[in-house]
């Protein structure tokens, strides 16, 4: 090889390890983890022409680009804030008789309040909350707010298009707002055919590109619908026949919605407000007056979590939850993939004699996920958590009760990906009407449940030990 033959290598070298420094500088400023820091910095040492663009696909943890547009935003978005929060509805006053430390806590994460006079109908499976879903969207008059992971164009995501359709040629405004991810196989025809008929569409991911730059890696997970900024929707229904049971060679999915009358529907709107900004660089008039009548005594606070936050949110939320259980903590996810932090937590809490249960799906939709679950049994038995495997169907509800004093239905997993890369959304309600229905649905999911044991994966196969224990390596790109 000659001289000059050399000097042509040495500079794409050259620029091929700078970039890794430059990399391995945003790491030490920014990193959560000592151990990931370290794999991450290895990596790019040893492997830059791998380790580099893998970083700029998956190894950031915070959403820059939205941050700017949230900085960008903020002055409007905090007058609407305020002025929720000083609304007569409003339960988030320290002083209130109601009112404790934790509550007060998941108040300052959600940058939202609690707020009363609200009544929210649990949806137990897609049947029902496609029937709610349908007819709210029937029934308004001004506007329908969507944003949803996955959205499907088969049966449902026709309806779903046919009543949009109707609605827009009544004149009433709708804004449909997609993870470009999570719907990757949502037809093109049938988003220009929402846009012909007058609905203003935006992706998550494909707005915005120059200030996303390779931010990939995170997604708006969020499910939620809002009409007329009065009635709202939030869980773990995408839009899909698959929730219906009616895909041939597919498992039924067992999940939960639930509709919100009141004015904790405004904190959905809030939330979804600021999402749509990111991806449009618009802001919709849009009714900021909550509705204050007298739908029921139910107090609701939203709670958006996301890798824009100043803190770990999700991770927060959890973690307040578990360390605050003083008799039980029920976990509903499909997803168990926890962090040291919440597995330390979940030992603690069930060493104190609280009864933790964790339920999670016998049949998945990820074969990864489901090895790595194994993984934890050691420790759960040891400790005395009961994880529940859900036998009937792919259970995808994401739902925590927490002792008798509240209830949390929402979007997010107990895995890393809800808790620093997605962008979710949880509605928690404190009402005894409501933490009495998720008892008694909860109740009814474990009879379906078979308790694993620490023998589920002590007795299987060296290989399969391995094969978990590998996996579980994965757990914070999973």
Known sequence: MTGDNLSLLAIPLAILYLAALACIYRILLSYRTAQGAIAWIIALIGLPYLAVPLFLLFGRSRFGGYIKARRMGDQALTSLLDRFEKQTTSISNPGHEHFSDELQVLCKLSRQPFTSGNRCTLLRDGEATFEALFEAMEDATHYILMEFYIVRSDKVGQRIKAILERKLAQGVEVWFLYDDIGSVFLSRRWLNELSAAGARIA????GNVRRRRFQINFRNHRKLLVCDGHVGFVGGINLGD???GTVIDQEPWRDTHCRIEG?????LQLAWLEDWHWA???RPELNWHPDIKNHGDQQV?????GPADTWETCTLFFLNSINNARTRIWIASPYFVPDFQIMNALQLAALRGVDVRI????KSDSRLIRLAAYSYLVQ???AGIGIYQYQPGFMHQKVVLVDDRYAAVGTANLDNRSMRLNFEITAINTSQEFVTSIDSMLREDLKHCQRMTEGDYQDRSILF??????????????
């Not at 004015?263 to 904190?267: D, K, L, R, S, V």
């Not at 606070?301 to 979590?305: E, H, I, K």
């Not at 030990?465 to 999973?478: E, N």
């Open 242 to 244: 698959e929730y219906l």
């Open 280 to 282: 449009s660089n618009i």
């Open 380 to 382: 759960a038995s040891q």
């Open 203 to 206: 992706a998550f991911g494909n």
């Open 301 to 305: 606070l939203v709670l958006p979590t």
């Open 465 to 478: 030990r391995l094969s978990c224990r590998a996996v579980r390596l994965l757990a914070p790109l999973l």
């Open 359 to 362: 339920l999670i799906p016998e």
């Open 263 to 267: 004015p904790a529907a405004t904190g």
